[in-house]
């Protein structure tokens, strides 16, 4: 039986797309290798929102080209994000790679790589030093957004993620997503609801609807009830039987309607967390990364979101040192972060990409006020965090049950509404299990908990 080897980096989007690859490879009859030496198929999902992911999957590709010198019929792609934008010339810097596949592509990887592997496993003098085979595919086929549905059945966990909508249209000034994923391109209700059914019908208690602005789906259905697509969509998941918790990512403030701040009011399976990407506290940054909007609409969205949902859990993106970036500016970025006391926050500096508008400004800021910056955002983040996980110690809180903890077999670890994760000290859990939990302690960003 032949294997594919796939390692992914990026986002979760990533991560869903190289399930529907794997998925394909194994309705095909191969099987998934732990590890790349025996693979016959070796396949890396690339991103490229910042410079060290990109300069990663090089890095990655080319030790896994070096140890197969012995295999020559073994079969190497790039997928994804970097694959889109830096498409043939990623040949020249991994001369072994055979295949290069985009963003709109990834219903086509199996049979690329599948048709690559049987010609060269039939061709008598497999030269041991082969070049690659050079074959690139970036272009866009009509319903593409259709194509990520398959999921893993060996997974067989009690969450999975569910893509709706590919593709963002924002033109953020720093970000290179527009020219990876394309524009924006959602999927039909129906096929969402049917597929969501069947992960219920597997076992899936929760759903994770992935897409780069995930409230922007539909959206040029028309508003019904004060209601757009996104909360429709979100009403109809509510009605599934067996699925008890719904999760989204990422959404933003521009096409953030009332309608979804009132969802938080009336659908309990709506779990109470967000990621709610802010990037910068000051206005004159936010118009510089052409983020349209000011940021007390951030602000007053979170907390009218609070207000909706009192126990709501807020975690966030923020870029520091954008081109421009004043003492004055960062002050601003560290006040909201105070204001709202997010859960956590992912902290970035700026990583200038080609063919952005950022990378050309002048004014970019040097590594070292990037780092200051970073550093100090992150002990004002990590204290807010830790002061917030730290109050839910003596509360109740219903977990879903995912496995055995990371860190210790002897012991399962589930998440909480707030996604918190939770490792239980006490008490019997299953897999898939919604149970009451009582938190008895607190290290930082790590809860524990007995099962009541
Ligand atoms: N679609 C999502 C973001 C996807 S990219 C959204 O807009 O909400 C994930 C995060 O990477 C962004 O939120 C941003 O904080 C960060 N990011 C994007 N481009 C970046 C760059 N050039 N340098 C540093 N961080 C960046
Ligand atoms: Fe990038 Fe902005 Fe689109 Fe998010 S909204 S993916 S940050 S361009
Ligand atoms: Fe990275 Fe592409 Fe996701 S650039 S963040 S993998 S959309």
Not at 17 to 22: G, L, N, T
Not at 37 to 53: F, Y
Not at 259 to 288: E, N, W
Not at 386 to 402: F, H, M, P, S
Request: proline share 5%; with cysteine; glycine share 8%.
């Amino acid at each position: 039986m032949p294997q594919v080897f796939i390692k992914t980096y990026g986002c979760q989007m990533n991560e869903r797309d190289s399930e529907q690859v794997a998925a394909m490879f194994l309705s095909a009859g191969y099987e998934l290798a732990d590890s790349p030496e025996r693979a016959d198929v070796v396949l890396i999902n690339t991103c490229s929102v910042r410079e060290k992911a990109e300069l990663k999957a090089l890095g990655k590709m080319g030790i896994l080209c070096a140890q197969q010198a012995a295999r020559p019929w073994v079969v190497f792609g790039f997928m994804g994000c970097m694959s889109q934008s830096k498409g043939k010339e990623l040949f020249r810097e991994v001369p072994r790679l055979d295949i290069v596949t985009g963003t709109r592509q990834y219903h086509n990887v199996f049979s690329l790589c599948h048709r690559l592997l049987l010609q060269r496993l039939a061709a008598a003098s497999a030269e041991p030093r082969r070049r690659g085979a050079h074959i690139c595919e970036v272009g866009e086929e009509a319903g593409f957004q259709n194509q990520i549905r398959d999921h893993l059945p060996t997974r067989g966990g009690c969450t999975a993620f569910v893509s709706i909508m590919q593709g963002c249209e924002m033109r953020c000034s720093y970000c290179i997503v527009p020219h990876t994923r394309g524009r924006e391109c959602s999927r039909p209700a129906a096929d969402i609801l049917h597929e969501a059914r069947e992960l219920v019908a597997n076992g899936v208690k929760e759903i994770t609807l992935l897409g780069q602005i995930v409230n922007r789906y539909g959206k040029d259905e028309p508003i019904i009830n004060g209601r757009g697509a996104f909360v429709r969509l979100l009403e109809q998941l509510h009605e599934i039987d067996g699925l008890l918790r719904i999760r989204f990512t990422s959404p933003h403030p521009i096409g953030f309607r009332q309608d979804l701040v009132q969802a938080y009011t009336y659908l309990p399976k709506l779990c109470s967390h967000i990621h709610f990407p802010m990037q910068s506290g000051s206005d004159r940054i936010l118009q510089l990364m052409r983020r349209p909007y000011k940021n007390e609409k951030y602000l007053s969205l979170c907390e009218a979101m609070r207000e909706a949902r009192p126990d709501l859990a807020i975690t966030t993106d923020i870029i520091v040192g954008f081109p421009g970036e004043t003492d004055e500016d960062y002050l601003q970025t560290k006040a909201a972060v105070e204001r709202i006391q997010f859960d956590n926050a992912f902290i970035f500096q700026y990583s200038p990409r080609r063919d952005t508008p950022a990378a050309l400004m002048d004014d970019q800021i040097c590594l070292r006020v990037k780092e200051e910056r970073n550093h100090d955002l992150l002990e004002t983040v990590n204290r807010i965090a830790t002061a917030r996980n730290q109050a839910l110690v003596g509360t109740d809180q219903l977990i879903l049950v995912e496995g055995p903890s990371k860190t210790n077999a002897q012991r399962m670890q589930g998440r909480s509404s707030q996604n918190k994760p939770i490792i239980i000290m006490k008490g019997a859990a299953a897999a898939g299990q919604l149970l009451p939990v009582r938190i008895t302690e607190c290290t930082g960003f790590t809860l524990y908990g007995e099962v009541q």
